[in-house]
């Protein structure tokens, strides 16, 4: 196992669908993922979170919704693959779209990998549990 684990993972959850962020909530902490979740809701705030602010903790990992408010997830990721400061901040694109063009332009741009939505919390919950045991317990990240 990651020795990642002897920390909280930190989380960031950019998704503007009230809803959504709960369901995530849950399925984390269903799957008992010693994390901490924090949550933007529009590509503006995810940016200023990032770079702006030096009060937050830089995540581990990113969960970036497409369609957002003020700037879309497909803006944010290209700031971000773009910045040598948070490129290596693993970004998985976590939306409803399940559009090809979608996935290639998020590909295009980096993304880390790209997950489609499920309806329900059992399905997040799956989707959750599979993206913490790859991530947080398979991968190693950078610190």
């Known amino acids: 196992m990651n ?16 809803g959504d962020v709960l369901l995530t909530q849950e399925a984390f902490a269903e799957i008992k993922c010693c994390n901490r979740i924090h949550v933007v ?15 937050t903790v830089k995540p581990d990992i990113i969960l970036l ?7 879309d997830g497909r803006e944010v990721l290209e700031e971000l693959k773009n910045d040598p400061a948070l490129r290596r901040i693993p970004v998985v694109v976590l939306t409803s779209s399940k559009a090809e063009k979608d ?5 295009n741009l980096h993304a880390n990998c790209y997950v489609v939505k499920p309806i329900g919390l059992e399905g997040f919950s799956e989707i959750v549990g599979s993206i913490s045991m ?3 317990s398979i991968v190693a990240l950078p610190d």
């Open 103 to 107: 996935i290639v332009m998020s590909y």
């Open 3 to 18: 020795t990642q684990q002897a920390r909280p993972v930190e989380i960031l959850l950019v998704e503007d669908n009230p």
């Open 41 to 55: 809701t529009d590509g503006e705030q995810a940016i200023d979170y990032l770079c702006k602010r030096s009060d």
């Open 134 to 136: 790859f991530w947080f």
């Open 65 to 71: 919704d497409l369609n957002l408010p003020k700037k």
